[in-house]
Each structure stands twice: as C-alpha cells, then as structure tokens.
C-alpha cells in the first residue's frame, strides 16, 4: 500500500455511460494528479491539481472531467467515452509548492483503474 | 521543457548478473531525478531519487542509480539481478519550472531477467 487508493480497479463502460473514477491519499499531500498509460504509450499526465486548485491540463478532451473537492479526493469524471480511451488510468500524489519548494520529494502513485470503453 | 529519453525498450539480462537502465534528461534547471518501477497491472512503485549532494544513489531492493551532469545521465543499476526485478522502469524528472508540480517520465524499459 502506498497511501494512495483507486476505485474502482476495473471499470467497462459503453461510449454512452457516465462513471467517476475516484482517487485517495492519506499522506498529507497538497498535489495530485490523473496519468493515462496506453499500451506502447508512454505515461501521459492529464491534470494536475495544487491546492485544490487546477493548474495543469494538457489538451485532454472534455470527455474527462477531473473534480478535487479537497486535497485528499480527486475524481475523474467521464462521459461518451471513444474506445481508444480504454487504458490504464493512474492516480498520484506528492508534495509540491508554488515557488518550487518541495520539488524534491517524489510522487506517490494509485494502482490504478483499468478502464475499457465498449 | 523538462525531457526524459530511455534509450532502450527492452533490456535483458541473466540472473546473477549485473544489470544497467539507462536514462538520459534534459532539464533548464537543477535536476531532481527520480527512478519508479511498475508490475503488471499496478501503479508505479518508487525506487530511488536524486536531488543534490553524492552522485551514486542507493534505494529500495539493490538498486542504485548514477548522476552523471556532464553526460545528463542517471543509469539504474544493480549488482545481481534477480527474476523478480523483472518489470517496466521508468525515469522521471521533475520539472521545477513549473511550480514544481509535474513529473516528466520517460517511455519505459522493459527489463527481463532470465533464469
């Protein structure tokens, strides 16, 4: 366990459905973040939240919905998904400030939902 | 822009031996490096980290990891593999620039070890 928790661990879903995927941490943490990993695709960061606030969305389509209610709750919400969405959906946290400080702490990862759009 | 290349997709190696992950960056910055291991269907597992001070970092289970600044390297090594050090590797940077928030990772290495 590393302190960082996703439900669920398996999600099927039609192209029509509407699910969230929710991530956990109980470290403390103040950052987190929602990476997709394709089959021969590297890890690709979707959002990053600081604070609770979103500063970090690298032209994801709007398909995917994140939500951070606080700092220990991320959500990713998503809706008429396409098949080639289906992947491995990974949950991270870490320390991280706004002026830099704590950039050397590492991040701490979910085991992920394997997500596969139907 | 923060960048992580690993050169290799797929290394192998025989059990007992010693075993190389190569990682090269590119960074405006201060480096801060990080080395995370992944098994199937799971997260990443962090290994071991480089922020300032020796550049030979030890971590979790053996392995360790060399900075080199003049050649942007930072290698992940281990003396004797074993068949459960079989997994996916992947090198990270942290990008400091950007509130220090983002960790950029490389494409992967797929180590086998062989019996």
């Known amino acids: 366990e590393t302190g960082v928790t996703q439900t669920p661990r398996h999600l099927v879903m039609g192209m029509t459905n509407k699910k969230s995927l929710k991530c956990e941490q109980h470290?403390?943490?103040?950052?987190m973040y929602w990476y997709k990993q394709s089959a021969k695709k590297p890890l690709e960061l979707m959002f990053v939240y600081s604070l609770e606030e979103r500063v970090e969305n690298n032209s994801v389509p709007s398909r995917f919905s994140p939500e951070c209610p606080n700092s220990s709750h991320l959500f990713l919400h998503l809706h008429t998904l396409q098949p080639e969405d289906s992947a491995l959906y990974l949950c991270a946290s870490s320390q991280g400030g706004a002026t830099g400080k704590l950039a050397n702490t590492e991040a701490f990862f979910g085991q992920g939902t394997r997500l596969t759009v139907v | 822009a923060q960048s992580v290349a690993q050169p290799e997709d797929q290394v192998n190696v025989a059990e007992g031996n010693p075993l190389t992950v190569k990682c090269t960056y590119s960074?405006?910055?201060?480096?801060?490096l990080f080395w995370y291991v992944q098994y199937p269907n799971r997260g990443l597992q962090f290994l071991l980290k480089?922020?300032?001070?020796?550049?030979l970092v030890k971590g979790s289970y053996g392995f360790e990891a060399e900075f080199n600044k003049s050649q942007t390297s930072f290698h992940l090594k281990k003396p004797s593999a074993l068949v459960s050090d079989s997994a996916l590797y992947f090198c990270a940077v942290r990008d400091i620039d950007n509130y220090g928030q983002n960790f950029v990772f490389g494409p992967g290495t797929r180590l086998s070890v062989l019996p």
């Open positions: 470290l403390g943490h103040n950052a």
């Open positions: 960074v405006s910055g201060n480096p801060y």
């Open positions: 480089y922020i300032t001070g020796d550049n």
